[in-house]
């Protein structure tokens, strides 16, 4: 059985009057095993490969090949299937016209790749239907307790609605994981993250289609590695409270405030997804009612559950003080996720302003960017910043945009704006 354990960084100290108390909890686990080693039931994966026109033949014949590559990466004895996607959503494999998955072994494994070897270029893109294929796929192993599926993609969905798009991701949502990738630059990236976000997937560009193997047998790899089939964040918080928001701050900035679903009266449960060996932090933000100096009071209470199990738990605190030196500290931890969450929004922002031709907004949001990146100490996203803006001080957020900046890099910079660097602790 996977081991978790909580940790919890706040100031505790609240000035007389004082209402709002944040925390960052840490969240290790270790010893989670392979897919489906842990929490029971059987472990379902799905290859999802965009076959549109647009692909071209020389785009279909990598992505085949990563498809091959992520196939020879998934565990014996778990459940599979692959689909192909255009304007409508077609089973490739196993060949059959009603939804089903087969088990891995070496016969289905071998069967899969000479299947995915006849895909061709054709048709539109509509990856609400692939979306929707996929769980009705997954629905057809009632047995399967983790469900993972990788979606691939090079273009806009412009053979259905933006709103049919959102229903379906409406409709999906919590019946199946979902991490998406984009070959090339045709793609757009907000689109491709609402589903990724919503799925509790990550989204990332593959610039050439000469990369997409090594990218698919990465996260076939990581899924593979995933032991603890879902797990949910608990908040317990006292009567009278409210809880402000609750996002997951590290690796990747993700706000599960909106998933929030009811245990009983004083307690809520947001999903986190599947887990391996790994570390995550999220930022609980309590608003309590004020109350005066000396006194104290628990916050919060926050865990980690599988299914009704708690494996771990972390006390968030309040105290009332007078003492200035102590109210008015700054959690370390806090300060540095705050900044990295407003460094996402203002990456995506200034690249929104940018692509609507507002100079400066476009300029205000991505010097804020650079600053932040500074602050925090996020090389990476200073690194991506760089081909994209031109930046005379760091310290002050003073950039100017560069005339020409290529596609790719804006986009790259878009996508890896939600990752984070963990604090020093």
């Known amino acids: ?32 095993g392979a897919a489906g080693q842990s929490g029971g039931g059987d472990v379902g994966e799905i290859i999802i490969v965009d076959t549109s026109g647009s692909m071209g033949a020389e785009g279909v014949r990598a992505a085949a090949y990563a498809a091959q590559t992520a196939i020879d990466q ?21 060949p059959s016209a009603e939804p089903v998955m087969v088990r891995m072994d070496a016969y289905t494994r071998q069967a899969a790749k000479e299947a995915v070897s006849r895909f061709y270029a054709d048709g539109g893109t509509a990856m609400g239907t692939w979306l929707r294929l996929a769980a009705r796929v997954f629905a057809t192993v009632p047995s399967l307790s983790q469900k993972h599926a990788i ?15 959102t229903a379906t991701i409406q409709a999906v949502t919590g019946q199946f994981q979902c991490d998406c990738r984009g070959v090339g630059v045709a793609w757009q990236v907000d689109e491709v993250r609402r589903i990724a976000t919503a799925l509790l997937g990550t989204v990332d560009i593959i610039p050439a289609p000469e990369q997409l193997a090594a990218e698919f047998q990465k996260l076939i790899r990581q899924a593979m590695s995933k032991g603890v089939a879902a797990a949910d964040l608990r908040v317990w918080a006292p009567q009278g409270a409210q809880v402000l ?50 006194q104290e009071q628990l916050a919060a209470r926050v865990q980690l559950a599988v299914g009704d199990q708690v494996l771990a738990q972390g006390l968030v605190k309040a105290l009332w003080s007078a003492d200035e030196a102590l109210t008015t500290r700054i959690s370390p931890e806090v300060a540095h996720y705050t900044g990295q969450t407003e460094l996402a929004d203002a990456i995506q922002e200034g690249l929104a302003a940018k692509a609507a031709g507002d100079t400066a907004t476009a300029t205000t949001k991505l010097g804020r960017a650079v600053q932040l990146a500074a602050q925090t100490g996020n090389e ?12 005379d001080d760091q310290d002050t957020g003073t950039v100017r945009l560069k005339r020409t900046v290529e ?6 910079l878009d996508t890896a704006s939600t990752k984070t660097t963990r604090v020093k602790k």
């Not at 081991?3 to 270790?30: K, M, R, W």
């Not at 979606?151 to 798009?165: I, K």
């Not at 990476?380 to 930046?391: F, G, M, P, Q, Y």
């Open 407 to 412: 596609k790719v890099d804006e986009m790259a």
């Open 245 to 294: 928001f609750v996002r997951q701050v590290a690796p990747t900035v993700d706000d599960l405030t909106t998933r929030r679903t009811e245990v009983n009266a004083l307690t809520s449960s947001y999903p986190t997804g599947s887990w391996g060996d790994e570390s995550r932090d999220y930022h609980v933000a309590v608003r309590l009612a004020a109350k005066g100096v000396g």
């Open 380 to 391: 990476e996203a200073t690194s991506r910043l760089r081909k994209v803006v031109d930046i």
């Open 151 to 165: 979606l691939l993609t090079d273009g806009e969905n412009q053979h259905e609605t933006p709103e049919a798009l």
């Open 1 to 32: 059985m996977a081991e978790f354990s909580a940790t919890v960084y706040q100031n505790e100290f609240l000035p007389d009057g004082g209402t709002d108390v944040h925390a960052i909890v840490t969240v290790d686990c270790a010893g989670a």
């Open 74 to 94: 998934i565990l014996d004895g778990v459940w599979f299937a692959v689909i192909s996607g255009n304007d409508r959503a077609q089973l490739a494999f196993p």
